[in-house]
Every structure is written in structure tokens, then in C-alpha cells.
């Protein structure tokens, strides 16, 4: 039971808030480099850094630019990285084969950060999309995405990127069954020790269009995700897709997108105290950048308060594209 607060004057909650070192004192909420995932974009090439048009400061980057990349991550401080592939239109396919080649772009990659800077954690993305060339998520049959057809084509991706040395497997596709089929398979080829972020809250979003752009799906990608996604009005079926995918053996979950489902991050830290991360994902990051760039908002100020807000609603940790700035701004101090 909450304390009865003394009336006005004995209590003057401004007190607090008077200078900077009380405000210090009882500041409720920390945020710091450890809680930041880097979103990184890839794409072939050398020496190639390519800005995506609809995320402002935001680029693909060729292997050898990602290597560096990684590095500078690792020097600020930032604990992983998160990889996603700019696929040759050439390479997609309706089978998605590419999507567990031992040699496509994002294993690559994940070999050759791990090789220049093994202290950072890998984090991969699995669903077909960048390499399908409907643009969805699972293969599609007859208008239709299939679920355990493509829960199969998913278990073959993340064995190639465990194999590649990934730390953190990223399942962004909302198929049935995938937690579970993808944890059975590690343990059966000797990967117990790779973890599992679910993105188990991940919702049918509008706020998704510049990742699209950057990832080369917005063309191909015929019809919605609404049959796979969730509906935006939901939440507690955000809560039974979490508690599925725990019993299937993910070791973290993720909500996506970030900033329009606070109140999902809270109800899934209170519910369940597990490892909870949210994605503040590119509309919301373009959405800044753009009111920046007008001079309508500052952009620090709002970076900062809206990272604080992810910890403020029980987040472990953010995938933000803001990471190494806001990086830079935190170790500063």
C-alpha cells in the first residue's frame, strides 16, 4: 500500500527537482551504452558507404565499411550489432534459397566481424524477405504464406548463421513454431550456446516503410503482413506470444516497433521479468530525424528522451539507429 504524501506545504515535490544534483539523486531510470543494438545495414561491394534517402545518417555499407563499423561499436562501447542484408534483386527467389547459403552477404559479414572484432556480439535477422521475391516474410503459395513450409526454410537460415558465429539469432518473421523448431535444431549441431531474441510482439506496422527502402523490399513485397503480423490493437495476445515463445526456448524477447507500444514493453516485463528489448524502429527514426532536420525539434534532446522512455517502460535494452551517437553523447557524460 502506497504512503499517504503530508499536504501541501510539507510536501513540495519540486524539491527534488531542484538542482541538478538532487535531480541525480533521484533520478528513477539509468540509460547507458550497455543497453544499445546497432542496426546495420549491408550490401556488396568495396569501400562502399550508401545513404538510404528516407533514414537521414543511415547507409549501406559494404563488408569491409561494416568490419569498421563493428569496431567502432566496440570501441564505444556498444555491446552488439544487428545485421541486415541489401540482397541482389538478381538472388531472390520464390524458394528463398539464398536465405542459408554459407556464402550469401550476411554470413560473410557475420565471419569476418567476428574474425576482426570478436568482442562484439553478433546479432542476425531470420526471415525470408530481403531474399523472397514476393517480399514477405515466409514463401507464399498460391497468395497464401505458408507457416510450416517456411518455419523449415527458417531452422536452414539460422544453422548458416550459427555456423557463420553468430551470438544472437533475431527470428523477426511471427510464423508459428519457429522458437521452438529453430532451439531444437541448435542443440541437435552442437549450438546450445547460440541465443534466441524473439521478436515475439512484432506488430503489422505503417511505421516500417524507410527499413523497407533500405533493405530493398518495398518493391517487391505484394499485398500485407496482416495474416502473420500482429494487429496493432492487440496486447494481451502479445502476452501468449511471449509466454509461447519462452516454452520454446528463446532466451529474450523484442517488441516491434518501439515508441507506439510502451505500454507492450511494460506488460511484458511485468508479466514475465525476462530480458525484454524494444526496436525503435526506422519510421521512428525518420520521423526524428525529419522534425530535426526542419528545426521543429532538437534533435539530442530528443533522441535522449526518447531512448529513456524505452528503459522508463522496463526495456533491457534498444536496437536503435541512434546507438553510436547516442553512444557518444552518454560517454561524454
Known amino acids: 500500500m502506497r504512503p499517504t504524501l503530508a499536504p501541501f506545504p ?14 541525480a539523486l533521484t533520478c528513477e531510470t ?13 550490401r556488396e561491394g568495396e569501400d562502399v558507404e550508401e545513404s538510404v534517402p528516407s ?22 562501447g556498444i555491446p552488439a550489432i544487428c545485421l541486415f542484408p541489401y540482397t541482389d534483386p538478381a538472388l531472390k527467389t520464390e524458394k528463398c534459397e539464398e536465405a542459408w547459403n554459407p556464402e ?34 515466409g514463401i507464399v503459395r498460391d497468395g497464401i504464406i505458408v507457416n510450416d513450409e517456411t518455419v523449415e ?9 550459427a555456423e557463420a558465429g553468430a551470438d544472437i539469432l533475431g527470428p523477426s518473421d511471427m510464423m508459428d513454431g519457429r522458437i521452438g523448431a529453430i532451439r531444437k535444431a541448435l542443440e541437435e549441431t552442437g549450438h546450445s550456446d547460440v541465443t534466441i531474441m524473439s521478436y515475439t510482439a512484432k506488430y503489422a506496422s505503417a511505421f516500417y516503410g524507410p527499413f523497407r527502402d533500405a533493405v530493398g523490399a518495398s518493391g517487391a513485397l505484394k499485398g500485407d503482413k496482416k495474416t502473420y503480423q500482429m494487429d496493432p490493437a492487440n496486447s494481451d495476445e502479445a502476452i501468449r506470444l ?11 524477447v523484442m517488441v516491434k516497433p518501439g515508441m507506439p507500444y510502451l505500454d507492450i514493453c511494460r506488460r511484458v516485463k511485468d508479466a514475465f521479468g525476462i530480458p ?9 527514426y525518420a ?47
Open 104 to 137: 550469401n552477404l550476411s554470413n560473410r559479414a557475420i565471419r569476418a566481424i567476428k574474425q576482426a572484432v570478436p568482442e562484439i556480439a553478433v546479432m542476425t535477422d531470420i526471415a525470408l524477405d530481403p531474399y523472397n521475391a514476393n517480399g514477405h516474410d
Open 10 to 23: 510539507m510536501t513540495r515535490l519540486r524539491r527534488t527537482r531542484r538542482t541538478p544534483a538532487l535531480r
Open 242 to 252: 511471449v509466454e509461447r515463445d519462452l516454452m520454446e526456448g528463446a532466451d529474450m
Open 55 to 76: 533514414m537521414p545518417g543511415v547507409a549501406r555499407r559494404s563488408l569491409d565499411r561494416v568490419v569498421e563499423a563493428a569496431q567502432e561499436a566496440a570501441d564505444l
Open 153 to 161: 526454410a527458417l531452422v536452414k537460415m539460422a544453422l548458416a548463421q
Open 30 to 42: 539509468a540509460l547507458g551504452v550497455g543497453d544499445l543494438i546497432w542496426p546495420i545495414f549491408i
Open 276 to 284: 525484454t528489448y524494444a526496436y525503435q524502429v526506422s519510421g521512428e
Open 287 to 333: 520521423m526524428l530525424m525529419a522534425a530535426a532536420q526542419n528545426g521543429w525539434l532538437d534533435r539530442e534532446k530528443v533522441m535522449m528522451e526518447s531512448l529513456m522512455s524505452f528503459k522508463r517502460a522496463g526495456c533491457d535494452g534498444i536496437l536503435t539507429y541512434f546507438a553510436p551517437e547516442a553512444a557518444k553523447r552518454l560517454r561524454a557524460g
